[in-house]
């Protein structure tokens, strides 16, 4: 069974910075792409990031890009996203994804939920 299980959210400033994890198991980690993603209150599903199976190559929306970098330990079967200053409008709650996004995507997991507030 595929698990995801997102953690390292919670409240920081405008300016500050997190770092998400995302344990994966049930699959063979190191042989996919993983992505993530994040949902505000009241709108849709937005793509963040995507990264392929060796770490190599690595694509951000425009709205992190220079922010964000997302990497991976595939010995630990760990998926991150460091999240560095952060502003009001990227509060929501990130997913980790096996694969990348498409228009139907919906979350597996549980997601870990990121405040950004004053």
């Known amino acids: 069974e595929v698990q995801l299980v997102e953690s390292g959210g919670g409240l920081v400033q405008p300016g500050g910075s997190l770092r998400l994890s995302c344990a994966a198991s049930?699959?063979?980690?190191?042989?996919?792409?993983m992505s993530w993603v994040r949902q505000a209150p009241g709108k849709g599903p937005e793509w963040v990031s995507r990264i392929n199976s060796s770490g190599n190559a690595r694509y951000y929306a425009d709205s992190v890009k220079g922010r964000f970098t997302i990497s991976r330990d595939n010995a630990k079967n760990t998926l991150y996203l460091q999240m560095n200053s952060l502003k009001h409008e990227d509060t929501a709650v990130y997913y980790c994804?096996?694969?990348?996004?498409?228009?139907?995507?919906?979350?597996g997991s549980q997601g870990t939920q990121v405040t950004v507030s004053s």
């Open positions: 049930g699959f063979t980690f190191g042989s996919y792409v």
């Open positions: 994804a096996r694969g990348a996004i498409n228009s139907n995507w919906s979350p």
